[in-house]
């Protein structure tokens, strides 16, 4: 079941498409380790996908940062992975950097990566696709889920009889799971903003600015793009409720916290931030290095309330109600999708 007309509008095309190596959680060593973990199968089981020829640079701004260069090189130590100091480097700004890294990351291309999965599943004959739909009503009946669903195009009702649920909605995980009658998740919701811009210079470089309000500049899979995001910019609303509750809801009444629209396209998406985080990142560049903006795309992203303060992107996976079974699945990272495999 999905809500929207296609599947893939949502956080799963709308991220900076890092294959997490564990360098982006200097304040969350399981997150570290976790990525590391789930990376070999991941990037074997979608090498036609990933980007890996590419320079992937991490970066320790020199105010305000919340890891130093010495802490970030002990990290790396830690974890086993690659952190070699690059000093005199001509397409960066060493006056705004501390320290410069060359790591080892790749980037995946969420677009190709869909479009994969939606042709796997077009060939399982046991597998069908309601978009356009939403759950209305959930009763339970013997051991059995009763689902009341409507087509949201010709406002069709169906019924159908399920003996196992996976809430995967992200985002809106909490509005299924109190549909089912079962527990919150503490959540809490940002508008978030990726930009993409193509660099005449960058176009086989990345780099990631350590570790507070910095921004991130990489390869968005084998697009030619590169995506753009700012810790300070990205996020435009910030919502610490367990459902997405933001003002601009008021002004598209089709976009409620139970049932979040599609923020692209939408009339009262907040004004793009490119132009500052354009001008965030370029001070960490020479100024040989040019960019152009091409566009935006919006998402709501949804974090654990927990990792508020370790920056920490665990998956959580939860069996919350058994015969009939309901499993709730909150994603925090695409290359921990296997983590399902534990509960299922
Ligand atoms: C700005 C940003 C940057 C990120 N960067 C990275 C990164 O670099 N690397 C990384 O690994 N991860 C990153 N992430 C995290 C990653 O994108 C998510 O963990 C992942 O996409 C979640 O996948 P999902 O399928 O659970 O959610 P989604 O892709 O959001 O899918 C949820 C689906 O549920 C549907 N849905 C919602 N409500 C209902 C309903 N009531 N009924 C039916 N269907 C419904 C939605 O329409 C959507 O299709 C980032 C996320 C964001 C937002």
Same mark, same amino acid.
């Given at each position: 079941?999905?809500?929207?007309?296609?599947?893939?509008?949502?956080?799963?095309?709308?991220?900076?498409?890092?294959?997490?190596?564990?360098?982006?959680y200097?304040?969350?060593?399981?997150?570290?380790?976790m990525?590391?973990?789930?990376?070999?199968?991941?990037?074997?089981?979608?090498?036609?996908?990933?980007?890996?020829?590419?320079?992937?640079?991490?970066?320790?701004?020199?105010?305000?940062?919340?890891?130093?260069?010495a802490?970030?090189?002990?990290?790396?130590?830690?974890?086993?992975?690659?952190?070699?100091?690059?000093?005199?480097?001509?397409?960066?700004?060493?006056?705004?950097?501390?320290?410069?890294?060359?790591?080892?990351?790749?980037?995946?291309?969420?677009?190709?990566?869909?479009?994969?999965?939606?042709?796997?599943?077009?060939?399982?004959?046991?597998?069908?696709?309601?978009?356009?739909?939403?759950?209305?009503?959930?009763?339970?009946?013997?051991?059995?889920?009763?689902?009341?669903?409507?087509?949201?195009?010709?406002?069709?009702?169906?019924?159908?009889a399920?003996?196992?649920?996976?809430?995967?909605?992200y985002?809106?995980?909490?509005?299924?799971?109190?549909?089912?009658?079962?527990?919150?998740?503490?959540?809490?919701?940002?508008?978030?903003?990726?930009?993409?811009?193509?660099?005449?210079?960058?176009?086989?470089?990345?780099?990631?600015?350590?570790?507070?309000?910095?921004?991130?500049?990489?390869?968005?899979?084998?697009?030619? +793009?590169?995506?753009?995001?700012?810790?300070?910019?990205?996020?435009?609303?910030?919502?610490?409720?367990?459902?997405?509750?933001?003002?601009?809801?008021?002004?598209?009444?089709?976009?409620?916290?139970?049932?979040?629209?599609?923020?692209?396209?939408?009339?009262?998406?907040?004004p793009?931030?490119?132009?500052?985080?354009?001008?965030?990142?370029?001070?960490?560049?020479?100024?040989?290095?040019?960019?152009?903006?091409?566009?935006?795309l919006?998402?709501?992203?949804?974090?654990?309330?927990?990792?508020?303060?370790?920056?920490?992107?665990?998956?959580?996976?939860?069996? +919350?109600?058994?015969?009939?079974?309901?499993?709730?699945?909150?994603?925090?990272?695409?290359?921990?999708?296997?983590?399902?495999?534990?509960?299922?």
């Open positions: 079941m999905e809500k929207e007309r296609e599947l893939f509008k949502k956080a799963s095309i709308v991220n900076q498409a890092r294959l997490h190596s564990g360098y982006h200097p304040r969350s060593v399981a997150t570290a380790l990525s590391d973990d789930n990376k070999a199968r991941f990037t074997e089981e979608h090498r036609p996908f990933i980007l890996f020829d590419f320079e992937k640079y991490y970066a320790i701004d020199r105010y305000g940062s919340l890891t130093d260069a802490q970030f090189e002990r990290f790396c130590e830690f974890i086993g992975i690659r952190c070699e100091r690059v000093d005199g480097h001509p397409l960066f700004n060493y006056e705004r950097l501390e320290a410069l890294y060359l790591t080892t990351e790749y980037t995946f291309d969420p677009v190709l990566i869909g479009e994969y999965y939606k042709e796997k599943i077009a060939k399982q004959s046991s597998i069908e696709i309601h978009p356009f739909t939403q759950i209305k009503k959930v009763e339970t009946v013997g051991g059995s889920w009763q689902v009341e669903l409507q087509n949201l195009e010709n406002e069709a009702i169906e019924t159908i399920a003996k196992s649920v996976i809430n995967a909605t985002a809106a995980s909490n509005a299924l799971n109190r549909l089912f009658g079962m527990p919150d998740i503490d959540l809490m919701h940002e508008i978030s903003e990726m930009a993409f811009v193509t660099s005449p210079q960058l176009k086989n470089i990345g780099l990631t600015v350590m570790d507070g309000q910095f921004g991130s500049l990489m390869p968005y899979g084998l697009s030619g +793009l590169l995506s753009l995001s700012s810790v300070a910019y990205t996020h435009h609303k910030v919502s610490y409720d367990n459902l997405p509750t933001f003002d601009c809801q008021q002004r598209n009444l089709l976009c409620r916290p139970d049932f979040t629209a599609d923020c692209n396209g939408c009339p009262a998406a907040p793009s931030n490119y132009r500052k985080m354009l001008g965030q990142i370029r001070q960490y560049f020479s100024e040989k290095v040019e960019l152009d903006y091409q566009h935006s919006f998402t709501i992203k949804s974090k654990l309330k927990a990792n508020f303060i370790d920056d920490g992107r665990p998956t959580e996976i939860s069996c +919350l109600h058994r015969n009939p079974d309901f499993y709730c699945i909150f994603a925090g990272k695409i290359n921990s999708i296997y983590e399902i495999e534990k509960m299922l």
